[in-house]
């Protein structure tokens, strides 16, 4: 299981590695770069799952989403 995703801002195209919660779903992330407000594209459980090199704990498990 992997804890930590590279999320990547739609607005600016920065880059930053987050660690991800395990029991808990991250539904908004401001990019520390411009201050944008990210929330998971429809369809996506998680900011992770959208934007980010990994999906979330749950997904990678299997379990599904963790909404």
Known sequence: MQL?????CP?????SS?????DACQW???CK???AV???KPGDCCVFCSYGTV???PV???TGCCG
């Not at 607005?11 to 880059?15: D, R």
């Not at 987050?18 to 395990?22: A, Q």
């Open 4 to 8: 930590t995703s590279v999320l990547t």
């Open 11 to 15: 607005e600016c195209g920065a880059k």
């Open 18 to 22: 987050e660690k991800m919660p395990e």
């Open 28 to 30: 908004f992330y401001e």
């Open 33 to 35: 770069s411009c201050g």
């Open 38 to 40: 990210l929330k998971p």
């Open 55 to 57: 999906a979330c704990p």
């Open 60 to 62: 990678q498990a299997g």
